[in-house]
């Protein structure tokens, strides 16, 4: 797989330019870049508290109007789809570019203008029709993304997951609207907003088929199988869209189908937590030992979705016990982490992005170094990984702090959370020290130390077209580090509608501890400044030398720690045995050893143990229908008689003639 | 006035007496063998060596090397001034400090552990990866007690949860603080690289932790490193101690010394351990370590009635 890559990024440096895919380029990233930021001035009006606008067409089509709205929940997730989209698109437009003459760009851009504009959809649709519509556009366009190297089996066999699992997803989404719009007489949200007095088993179904059919999306474990494939499959500004921004979506649906269901029944908030925290351990329990850097940023975006879910689930279990201000705290922290995500992963997918350009390596035992030769990039790189790891004083630090004192706070209240809220204080404690070592590999293995491959020793650093998103992005970050305040009260109209509370007070909650932080952060980055101008007083002679190999004389840089061996001691001993890499190994023996051979590899174990087996049985089992699959015209038509005949004679008997 | 008069004397204490620590250590463990020892000041006079010598830089290094020491004196010094010493409050004190406290411990380690690996020198690799998996046990032994201390004093600002109120929780819950300080001290002891868990003094490379992972700093840095190593010393035992000594802490200057003295006897305990336990095999290092995060577990689960 890797070679087939390294081999494409060889070859394509030589091809001219060539006038239609520049036109594709031109156009795709233009498209993308105006609908963006033309759509910013609403959204921000929004956030900045102007109420809500919304606009109703008839539509003759369809079961209802075509009815699109923007209020500040959905304000809250479109920041991000209009924010990453154009930098990842002017990304794109470089990193695309070298692929001219081997790829039609237009097979690149038309699903990536669709992606976009189904996200933004997605966001505002006001009625079920136009949400699924839009669903299945940004499904189907980041299926087409997912398999653009189609010419190699990973992204082939990534594509085919991931449209299975889309559609999986779908199909609960599908069942729970036409459960609510039997209901409420109509698939309007407005309808869906009205619903009468409902029963707790039929919202519990409803939050159960929103919970799975969302969760899918967003990653949440057990359903999160088809994000590690996906996400390092597709190409890298894809990537980025997907794990900062498109995966929020799921949650903005749970909240948004929440939201219609009244008060929250007492056992939502803490599934939905527990969920979160499970996923989060489960996914960096994975992202520890991953080989692939893009598989690392994956398994790290489920961590952090499991983070967000766990902000939401403690924010809905305080709603339900009338508990505004915990409530207040939870949503902030889950909504402020949704930004803080969307931009710092979204730097990471595009910093793994230049490593991959600039080496044509993934697997981070190949690379190593490259902070010598990528300059702007390994920066970009280690500012994301400090902030991702929640380290301060980046931002990713701001929002996990929230969290932790949702948590902690929820605890200690009279009749709160309890030792449940407490005890996940300590596990969340645990996520945060595996994230650092996560992380520490990431950037440490592939960034620092001597080059591995004279692919990593001939890496070079992308152009200025690439760099830039980048940098824009490393900004945002420092900003939201900074100032995590100013964000909170953008988002506090959202909070206020989630929690059903008022704006003035959800700010007052929110916006004096995150001051302090915002504050805090400032004061670390100062100190660390002083601390760097008072070393370069301080530093005499400094002299320049080989790195001490504790009397070794011949060192080289295969003598490195490597990412196995760093993630090892957690790895192979501390995990639970499921969670392990697989290894097989033959160890060299004797005084001339004959052979030795070493394979690490680290599957998901659902993935592997539940998934496939289950899904081969199942395609065993549908093999036997083939018999139906004649291959001729009249049989089929045939089909299409009998079925027509069955439904006509079911409604016959049923006597529905006259009233559907 | 007091107020600020405190805080003077809390930052000119976090910045001089933490290597007095390492003496006071060095001392006992001469003490115990029967030996002389060096002086109690020697850890100053290796300190000021340090900061006048030059130093060597390995070609394959970049800049997060140089960074590595940097950040980890600056994270020391901020952790040394979230949490209380004498005073009722620290220098910088807010709601959810206990956080900070954490996650600037962290970030110490983060770039320690990176400078290591900038080397490309397997040995500092080792240490890198061993210092980080033990510390991601430690992390939640050491917040579960701080969730004990909030849970008990109702605060979450360290200021508070090591407040003036801890020391009635002696009578009634007692038995959580005990698993704590028994959690803590454990984690004290592998955080600062401690036996049994690391020996700062050892000579052979494979088996080090913290001191092979900064083989390659030299001159000013590894003075930096010594004595961010030192601070980081001081601030777990300030923290032992200020939970220890609770009950009697009284007010005033009163809590200075009485705080300051509590400090020195964990130095001594410390001393003592060292002096008769041997290092514990690596593989049996986390082990321990999950056993002191059972401890604060059990000492949060105690105090759910």
Known sequence: MHKDVNMVYRNIRISGSDPRSISATVVGVAVTVVLCL??????????????????????????????????????????????????????????????????????????????????????????????????????????????????????????????????????????????????????????????????????????????????????????????????????????????????????????????????????????????????????????????????????????????????????????????????????????????????????????????????????????????????????????????????????????????????????????????????GAGLLALVGGLVAITFVRLAGIVLLGSPRTTDAANAHESSWWMLAPMMILLGLCLGAAVAPGALAGLFSGAVAQITAGDRTTAARVILPPLGTLGATNALVIAMLAAAMGGMAALTRVATTGPTWGCGYAAPSSRIQYTGGSFAATVALKLLPRVLRPRISQIAPRGLFPARALFHSDSPDPLTTRVYEPFFQRMGDRFSRLRVLQQGQVNVYLGYIVVVLLVTLAWAAFRGGWGRS | MEAIAQGVVHVFLALALPPLLLGVIARTKAFVAGRVGPPLLQPYYDLIRLFHKGSVISETTTWVFRLGPLVGMTTAVLASLLIPLGGPTAPVSFAGDLILLVYLLGLGRFFTALAALDTGSPFQGMGAAREVAFACLAEPAFFLGLVVLAKLTGSLALAGMLGASLGAHWATDSASLVLILLSWFIVLLVENSRIPFDDPNTHLELTMIHEVMVLD????????IQYSAAIKLFVSSALVARVAFSAGLGSGWTAWSVLVIGILVIAVLIGVVESVMARLRLSHVPTLLVAACLLSAFGVILLAR
């Open chain 1, 38 to 423: 033309g759509a910013l001035a609403p959204v921000a009006r929004v956030l900045g508290g102007a109420r809500p606008a919304s606009v109703r067409l008839a539509w003759d089509s369809f079961h209802g109007e075509f009815h699109v709205g923007l209020d500040p929940l959905s304000a809250v997730f479109l920041l991000p789809i209009l924010v990453v989209s154009p930098l990842a698109a002017v990304y794109g437009g470089c990193y695309l570019y070298s692929f001219r003459g081997r790829k039609s760009l237009v097979a690149a851009w038309l699903p990536f203008n669709l992606f976009v504009a189904g996200m933004i959809m997605v966001v505002i649709a006001r009625t079920a029709i136009v949400f699924m519509t839009a669903w299945e556009i940004m499904s189907l366009s980041t299926f087409f993304l997912v398999a653009f190297e189609d010419e190699n089996a990973e992204p082939r066999r990534a594509g085919w997951i991931y449209l299975v699992a889309s559609h999986l997803g779908a199909a609960f989404l599908f069942a729970m609207f036409m459960l609510i719009g039997g209901r409420a007489g109509g698939l309007d949200f407005d309808d869906f907003a009205r619903l009468p007095a409902r029963g707790p088993v039929w919202s519990g179904v409803i939050f159960g088929l929103a919970l799975v059919g969302f969760g899918a999306k967003a990653g949440l474990v057990p359903l999160h199988a088809w994000l590690p494939e996906a996400h390092p499959a597709a190409p890298s500004h894809v990537s980025a869209l997907m794990s900062g921004v498109m995966i929020k979506l799921g949650l903005y649906g749970l909240l948004r189908v929440v939201g219609f269901l009244g008060r929250p029944a007492p056992w939502w908030g803490p599934t939905l937590a527990t969920l979160g925290l499970l996923s989060a351990l489960f996914a960096v329990a994975l992202a520890l030992h991953q080989r692939d850097a893009k598989r690392v940023l994956a398994y790290s975006s489920i961590e952090n979705m499991g983070l967000i879910a766990l902000a939401l689930g403690l924010g809905l279990w305080a709603m339900a016990k009338g508990a505004p201000e915990p409530a207040v705290m939870a949503i902030s922290a889950g909504l402020l982490h949704v930004w803080n995500h969307a931009i710092m992963k979204s730097l990471m997918f595009l910093a793994a992005g230049c490593v991959l350009h600039g080496t044509g390596e993934r697997n981070i035992e190949k690379l190593g170094g490259l902070m010598k030769r990528m300059p702007w990039t390994g920066g970009a790189m280690m500012a994301g990984a400090v902030a991702i790891a929640a380290l301060p004083p980046m931002n990713g630090f701001t929002s996990k702090w929230m969290i932790y004192m949702s948590l902690l706070k929820w605890g200690l209240s009279t009749d709160g959370g309890g030792l449940p809220a407490l005890l």
């Open chain 2, 217 to 224: 700093h030299s001159g000013p840095a590894l003075g930096m």
